[in-house]
């Protein structure tokens, strides 16, 4: 009898321990029967012959397992993709990407991408229900803490599947940097010294163990009322600034109070739309923290900025309370130079805290957490969205793991040596996932509200808009291939319980949010998904990968202060700003910790690498190079246009920003 061949060849990934020395034993699941179990002997990737005897139909999916030999114990496993070419000419592709860690049977789907409505294989719908049954078990939700996004379950790392752990690589790389970060200030003697700052001298000398080409630009420029304003368009917070048609009530300041350069009245600057405001409301009556024994300050500020005929965006009035009184008075330009430094020194203080908690914490860890968990428990390998996201998951639940034990916890850096450590920490969060909207998350709606369309030399909006559009013509383009009617998106199962379970576990079901609780049409999916990328991918780097280049000069962004802003104009010097700025160790640890967060790894994959190749079908995978040469293109276009500033823009740059929130 003549027999029909499958040519089976499977590959291992380039990881370090994926091989294995067990025995691996393969099974081919068709539409009309299956193969033998059958061992792989060897080095299987050069390909492998099972024979049937008679054709089993167009291939459904394969069963994989691995058992231990009495020479070598039981190992770990990391297949990346089994391919097979059929007797009848047809090549079937079955992505796996998995850690096999164990000598049970595993099932992988073909990777065509098919919807739950579209399964109409008994076999695939079985092995799709089991897949999840399996995750919902592997990917648990916890409550970290009331009023805040939920996270995964996790006990340590190592509690972690192993497919969404740290790699070799980037797990000796963190803890390599963590590491050594504070060791060469150790060995200065400086973590521990819990005495003030004499001189600005002996900051510099810190300053000098870590820097780059910004962080020394900042240290130049960090007094100057320029750079002040500068910072709200491309600094690490460029999420804050609004324009200010009135003034708020308790902001009193008046025509004859400020210097608009020959510009004419306040309120006809206003009514120009060149005048700004900045507001850290979501501050007022926080906890500060005692650090050192010693009770910290942290203010709530209201800055109003002006934007001036040479394109500058210049602070003009400065008031630090949310309260107008007598001991609160609002300073200006005009006033001493430490009056007027000093002020500013309060509210980037008060800038580090409601940016790490709200805009960066929240708004891209926090949030990337409850994407990622939602998709791993409720959407199977073989979905498109699976194939969409799962590259915008990478290393996120292993680095908010860390977060959470090594920042914000009890005994954390963030705890103990910021101002708005301790309680502060789930004041701040919670406040500010109350007032979180769906349009301050999309970047086009976002520029829009705070009505920022046109502020000169807004590389953070020009940019992001610009990477925006390209994510979403990429979304649009797949989605719309696999979803051909708004009637296809409401009946896929798998991706409602998706969002539902992102408004209810990330959002804490709050309806005033704007987030949909469900999925009606096409669009409102697409624009959904292209949010979620943009968010764990240039979102994150632009409010991550510059904290050491503004925050490793401590004057430019102080974790702490420990002294009460001044009451009274024509009191404070140089010595008041000294013994205001945090103690010794307590700035070594907010250099050391911003420099660890801000140091990109080796096994880093920027934005439109889907290195996993989950999808086969041919207009996605043409879809996905269309994506990456206009990614390239604007990434050509920002170097371009940072050649002449004297303050590169990189953040958003394609090149230069990682596929998900890794670090």
Request: hydrophobic share 35%; with cysteine; proline share 5%.
């Amino acid at each position: 009898m003549k027999l029909v061949n499958y040519q089976v060849s499977v590959s291992t990934g380039d990881l370090a321990y994926a091989d294995t020395f067990n025995n691996v034993f393969i099974k081919l699941v068709g539409t009309d029967g299956e193969s033998k179990r059958t061992w792989l002997k060897g080095t299987f990737t050069n390909g492998v012959l099972i024979s049937c005897p008679v054709s089993i139909g167009k291939l459904v999916l394969i069963e994989l397992d691995k058992q231990c030999i009495s020479v070598f114990p039981e190992d770990t496993w990391f297949p990346t993709k089994v391919e097979v070419k059929s007797p009848e000419g047809d090549t079937y592709n079955f992505p796996i990407y998995r850690w096999i860690t164990d000598s049970e049977v595993q099932r992988f789907r073909e990777g065509t991408a098919l919807r739950v409505f579209e399964d109409n294989n008994y076999l695939g719908r079985y092995s799709r229900q089991k897949e999840l049954q399996q995750r919902e078990k592997d990917y648990r939700w916890d409550v970290y803490a009331k009023g805040i996004p939920h996270c995964m379950e996790a006990t340590d790392p190592c509690s972690l599947p192993c497919e969404i752990r740290f790699s070799f690589t980037k797990n000796t790389e963190f803890l390599y940097t963590a590491a050594t970060g504070l060791t060469e200030l150790q060995l200065k003697g400086l973590a521990d010294c819990k005495k003030n700052w004499t001189n600005i001298e002996d900051i510099d000398r810190v300053f000098c163990c870590k820097r780059t080409r910004i962080s020394d630009y900042v240290h130049k420029h960090w007094k100057e009322d320029a750079f002040f304003g500068y910072q709200y368009l491309n600094g690490v917070n460029p999420m804050l600034i609004r324009r200010c048609s009135a003034l708020p009530d308790n902001f009193p300041v008046a025509d004859d109070m400020v210097f608009l350069h020959d510009q004419g009245s306040l309120r006809k600057e206003m009514e120009r739309g060149k005048i700004f405001l900045c507001d850290y409301k979501l501050l007022d009556g926080v906890k500060a923290n005692t650090i050192n024994l010693k009770k910290q300050f942290l203010m709530a500020p209201l800055i109003l900025l002006h934007e001036t005929p040479d394109d500058k965006l210049m602070p003009i009035a400065i008031q630090l309370k949310q309260t107008p009184a007598d001991d609160n008075p609002i300073f200006f330009p005009t006033d001493s130079e430490y009056d007027w430094l000093m002020a500013k020194i309060f509210v980037r203080s008060a800038d580090f805290s409601a940016h790490q908690l709200n805009v960066h914490l929240l708004r891209t860890h926090l949030l990337a957490e409850v994407f990622a968990v939602s998709l791993l428990r409720n959407v199977p390998m073989v979905h498109p969205l699976y194939k969409l996201l799962i590259p915008h998951t990478r290393y996120t639940l292993q680095i908010n793991y860390l977060a959470r034990r090594l920042l914000i916890s009890e005994t954390g850096v963030f705890t103990q040596f910021a101002a708005s450590g301790g309680e502060g920490i789930m004041t701040i969060l919670k406040r500010s996932l109350s007032s979180m909207t769906y349009s301050s998350l999309c970047i086009p709606d976002d520029i829009v509200e705070r009505g920022v369309e046109a502020l000169p030399n807004f590389y953070y909006r020009d940019d992001g808009l610009k990477l925006w559009d390209i994510i979403h013509r990429f979304v649009e383009g797949v989605l719309s291939f696999y979803y051909k009617n708004d009637a296809e998106v409401e009946k896929d199962s798998e991706l409602q319980k998706w969002i539902s379970d992102i408004f209810e576990h990330g959002f804490l079901s709050q309806t005033g949010t704007g987030i949909p609780e469900s999925f009606t049409t096409v669009v409102e999916l697409v624009k959904f998904v292209t949010m979620v990328i943009f968010t764990c991918s240039g979102q994150h780097s632009a409010v991550n990968t510059g904290q050491y280049d503004y925050g490793g000069w401590m004057p430019n962004t102080p974790i702490s202060l420990q002294l009460p802003p001044p009451t009274t104009k024509g009191k404070t010097s140089k010595a008041t700003m000294l013994q205001t700025f945090p103690d010794v160790n307590t700035t070594v640890q907010g250099m050391a910790t911003m420099w660890l967060l801000s140091k990109q790894s080796s096994d880093f994959v920027p934005l439109g690498q889907y290195p996993e190749g989950h999808f086969s079908e041919k207009i996605p995978c043409k879809l996905i190079k269309d994506f990456q040469g206009e990614l390239e293109g604007l990434s050509a276009d920002i170097k371009a246009r940072n050649e002449s500033l004297e303050v590169p823009y990189t953040y958003m740059d394609p090149r230069e920003l990682e596929n998900s929130v890794a670090i």
